[in-house]
């Protein structure tokens, strides 16, 4: 595990693990990609009976940049952002579908929390410190961004009055 050394120094505030949705079930996507060729095959036929034989390739790419496409968005749904909140440090790891892990560490007595208003689906996320920000959960819809910045914010209020007590 990442946090073991940390996990039993201190106590965790806040922590959860951010996922992308993920898209449909291989097999159904495989499937919608096979009723889109056999309407793409009888097109490709009634056109070239006509005699527009051309028209052929262009409905083949179609087919590929479809397959293409959920192969693209079903890799991305596999990355993940994983935060943390202890008394002495916000950890963000960001796990990519492909690569190495991104760690950010930044002081959380100093940690501010910023979403973009009104929330829309363009509106960014922000953790800042020290003039340093960092972008969270922009795969997350709007509605899920403005409530892991809600939870965020009081947690990190928490984590600052129990300093004080």
Known sequence: MLFEMNASAE??????????NPPMPVAVLKAV????????????????????WPVTPFMGADILLLAWAFQA??????????????PRIFRIERCPA????????????????DIEEPVRSSSRLLVASHGRAVQIGSFLPPGER??????????????RAAQFD
């Open 11 to 20: 106590s965790v505030l806040f922590e959860t693990t951010l996922r992308p």
């Open 33 to 52: 990609v096979v009723v889109v060729a056999i309407f793409n095959l009888a097109f490709a036929t009634y056109f070239v009976s006509r005699g527009a």
């Open 73 to 86: 968005s079903w890799r991305a749904a596999g990355r993940s952002e994983r935060l943390q909140l202890t």
């Open 98 to 113: 492909k690569g190495a892990m991104d760690r950010i560490e930044l002081n959380p007595y100093w940690l501010r929390v």
């Open 146 to 159: 403005l409530s892991l910045a809600h939870r965020l914010r009081v947690a990190l209020a928490k984590s």
